[in-house]
């Protein structure tokens, strides 16, 4: 079975862009949650998703923004990139009512 | 929001040393999970832990679920050079379904 796949790996953009990442989670996985990696604050959850609705959300700017599509595949979004953006992306998804969480390769974005 | 500390840091240990890290967190927690992650890639799920007192072997890897609900060990046992990594602690807290992680410990195994 295929794992989680992250698209694409690396981006680099510069302040005030947006930017779209995607994740296409494991064959059967209807949760896919978000987080961001940086090497100050670590890894910090992003949102969840569930049958194409947020079911859960934490603490970021409304800068952040995500959405899922009934394929359970999932994007997250940012708009006006800020230098402090720059970090891992990191997308897991889970079974329906599992909290084992497995994660993609993720995604490294760097702003400029 | 909820911080977990993870300790120790960082591990520097020869080859055939057994490991010991531990996660605390300062609420409960209904589910502990750990994983290990390798440079440029994502976490990687190693063991999940869903009852108090629980113990979980995987292979040379066995985790426990602290019985006041509030932390976790790890231990590893015999490592080996591909034990490499930065091992991370999640815990689900008991307000809904949402996870939290742990610093992470880096650990070095000398060969």
């Known amino acids: 079975k295929a794992g989680v796949t992250q698209t694409p790996r690396y981006l680099i953009k510069t302040r005030g862009q947006q930017v779209t990442l995607s994740c296409s989670p494991i064959?059967?996985?209807?949760?896919v949650s978000w987080y961001q990696q940086t090497p100050g604050q670590g890894l910090q959850f992003l949102f969840e998703y569930f049958s194409e609705t947020q079911r859960n959300k934490g603490n970021f700017p409304g800068r952040f923004s995500g959405r899922q599509f009934s394929n359970s595949r999932s994007e997250m979004n940012v708009s006006t990139l800020e230098l402090g953006d720059s970090a891992l992306y990191l997308c897991?998804?889970?079974?329906?009512?599992?909290?084992?969480?497995?994660f993609g390769p993720g995604t490294r974005l760097t702003v400029t | 929001g909820q911080q977990l500390n993870q300790s120790p840091q960082s591990m520097f240990i020869q080859e055939g040393e057994d490991v010991s890290m531990n996660c605390t967190s300062s609420s409960i927690f209904n589910t502990w999970l750990w994983y290990k992650q390798d440079p440029g890639e994502g976490p990687v799920l190693l063991i999940a832990?869903?009852?108090?007192?629980e113990l979980t072997s995987n292979g040379r890897l066995t985790a426990q679920f602290g019985i006041t609900r509030k932390d976790s060990f790890l231990n590893i046992s015999a490592s080996i050079p591909s034990d490499v990594g930065i091992y991370f602690c999640a815990g689900e807290s008991n307000t809904g379904n949402q996870f939290y992680f742990g610093t992470g410990t880096s650990l070095t195994v000398i060969p």
């Open positions: 832990l869903y009852k108090a007192g």
């Open positions: 064959s059967g996985h209807r949760s």
């Open positions: 897991a998804s889970s079974l329906a009512h599992s909290v084992e969480q497995y």
